[in-house]
């Protein structure tokens, strides 16, 4: 595959450590223990690996990457072959001291995450105590160092009602960019699905009230909004299609298509601490099996947006329909899209029924 175009960005789970335990993180279950993540070392070759095949950004992420000692070595390292790094963190553990070592290495952008604006809820979420006071503080230091600052809002059934004031936060903050995002269902969010996917009605409310928030802040600030599949008639294009545009690590080093991948049977991924990037691009068969449209089942095979949507996510058509090579039941020509209206009666919010107690996400002897 000579041809075939380098990927667009890396994203890099430097660790599955994290202080908080969102319900909704789309880690996976049995996450990545330390004593089994790639040394510094390894990150420093990959780097250098993602610079020879033509890689621009490099997405910092995890768990939270700032529990890696040695991240400041990291973006120092990508920064000098000429990736653009970007810092995708919780910020509790941004202190005055790790923000000047970040700027130092050359961070290049930082991206806030929020589980909510008001601290007794967002805490509650986040099982850690204090740290919405510490995100507030990270904000601060983000704008006052002159960097870009996107902040992340989750939203849920649980905090839903709160979305004009995660807008109002992040336009306090500062924010040069806000993205609400709606819990997308892998890992730890799959398995809270019952107590945080919202009905059609709390649904259509946020989107209206994004859609006066865009109105309002045009200009100003840019507003993202990523909706759950439940509730969409096309799918999205999961990752810019799989095998197209990024390459995902995993602590451990195994590379995928993207982070949900290994959930399906019969793959086998590559790890670079085997096999070079450029080799798991080029040639890994599971970086080719869905890449393209050749494995396209009907009616994907004929449909116009075919080389729009890469026939939408197969981690999703296997987790609802059974088949990772079968159609996304999230598109309205899927011959299993009854499937999501009968996932949103059973697991979508009932006014007789309490939501069902949340499952923390933990990772296991830490």
């Given at each position: 595959?000579?041809?075939?175009?380098?990927?667009?960005?890396?994203?890099?789970?430097?660790?599955?450590?994290?202080?908080?335990?969102?319900?909704?993180?789309?880690?996976?279950?049995?996450?990545?223990?330390?004593?089994?993540?790639?040394?510094?070392?390894?990150?420093?070759?990959?780097?250098?690996?993602?610079?020879?095949?033509?890689?621009?950004?490099?997405?910092?992420?995890?768990?939270?990457?700032?529990?890696?000692?040695?991240?400041?070595?990291?973006?120092?390292?990508?920064?000098?072959?000429?990736?653009?790094?970007?810092?995708?963190?919780?910020?509790?553990?941004?202190?005055?001291?790790?923000?000047?070592?970040?700027?130092?290495?050359?961070?290049?952008?930082?991206?806030?995450?929020?589980?909510?604006?008001?601290?007794?809820?967002?805490?509650?979420?986040?099982?850690?105590?204090?740290?919405?006071?510490?995100?507030?503080?990270?904000?601060?230091?983000?704008?006052?160092?002159?960097?870009?600052?996107?902040?992340?809002?989750?939203?849920?059934?649980?905090?839903?009602?709160?979305?004009?004031?995660?807008?109002?936060?992040?336009?306090?903050?500062?924010?040069?960019?806000?993205?609400?995002?709606?819990?997308?269902?892998?890992?730890?969010?799959?398995?809270?699905?019952?107590?945080?996917?919202?009905?059609?009605?709390?649904?259509?409310?946020?989107?209206?009230?994004?859609?006066?928030?865009?109105?309002?802040?045009?200009?100003?600030?840019?507003?993202?909004?990523?909706?759950?599949?439940?509730?969409?008639?096309?799918?999205?294009?999961?990752?810019?299609?799989?095998?197209?545009?990024?390459?995902?690590?995993?602590?451990?080093?195994?590379?995928?298509?993207?982070?949900?991948?290994?959930?399906?049977?019969?793959?086998?991924?590559?790890?670079?601490?085997?096999?070079?990037?450029?080799?798991?691009?080029?040639?890994?068969?599971?970086?080719?099996?869905?890449?393209?449209?050749?494995?396209?089942?009907?009616?994907?095979?004929?449909?116009?947006?075919?080389?729009?949507?890469?026939?939408?996510c197969r981690c999703q058509a296997l987790a609802l329909a059974g088949d990772a090579a079968g159609v996304d039941p999230v598109c309205h020509k899927a011959p299993d899209h009854a499937i999501m209206a009968e996932l949103i009666a059973a697991d979508g919010p009932c006014a007789d029924v309490p939501a069902p107690p949340l499952v923390p996400r933990r990772l296991?002897?830490?």
């Amino acid at each position: 595959m000579s041809t075939l175009a380098p990927p667009m960005g890396l994203i890099a789970e430097l660790t599955h450590r994290c202080p908080l335990q969102c319900a909704y993180c789309a880690n996976p279950l049995e996450m990545v223990a330390p004593r089994a993540e790639l040394s510094t070392a390894d990150w420093l070759r990959v780097i250098d690996e993602a610079a020879e095949i033509g890689i621009l950004q490099l997405h910092l992420t995890g768990g939270e990457p700032m529990a890696r000692p040695d991240l400041a070595q990291i973006v120092a390292h990508a920064a000098a072959r000429g990736l653009y790094t970007n810092l995708i963190t919780s910020g509790v553990l941004l202190s005055d001291a790790a923000m000047a070592e970040l700027l130092a290495a050359g961070i290049d952008h930082i991206q806030l995450s929020f589980q909510g604006a008001a601290e007794d809820a967002a805490d509650r979420m986040g099982g850690y105590k204090g740290g919405h006071a510490r995100k507030l503080e990270a904000a601060r230091r983000i704008r006052e160092a002159g960097l870009t600052l996107t902040t992340n809002f989750v939203i849920h059934r649980q905090n839903i009602a709160d979305l004009p004031a995660m807008i109002a936060l992040g336009e306090a903050l500062g924010s040069d960019r806000i993205e609400i995002a709606h819990t997308q269902y892998y890992g730890w969010a799959l398995k809270n699905r019952a107590a945080l996917l919202p009905g059609r009605a709390q649904l259509d409310e946020a989107t209206a009230q994004v859609a006066a928030a865009r109105e309002r802040l045009l200009g100003r600030i840019v507003i993202d909004y990523v909706v759950p599949d439940y509730y969409a008639e096309r799918p999205k294009a999961c990752m810019g299609g799989w095998g197209h545009r990024f390459i995902h690590l995993l602590p451990s080093g195994v590379a995928l298509p993207c982070h949900a991948a290994q959930t399906i049977p019969g793959l086998a991924f590559a790890s670079v601490r085997d096999t070079s990037l450029v080799d798991i691009w080029r040639s890994d068969p599971a970086f080719a099996r869905f890449r393209g449209t050749d494995w396209m089942p009907e009616p994907c095979r004929g449909c116009d947006q075919r080389e729009l949507d890469w026939g939408g996510c197969r981690c999703q058509a296997l987790a609802l329909a059974g088949d990772a090579a079968g159609v996304d039941p999230v598109c309205h020509k899927a011959p299993d899209h009854a499937i999501m209206a009968e996932l949103i009666a059973a697991d979508g919010p009932c006014a007789d029924v309490p939501a069902p107690p949340l499952v923390p996400r933990r990772l296991a002897g830490v």
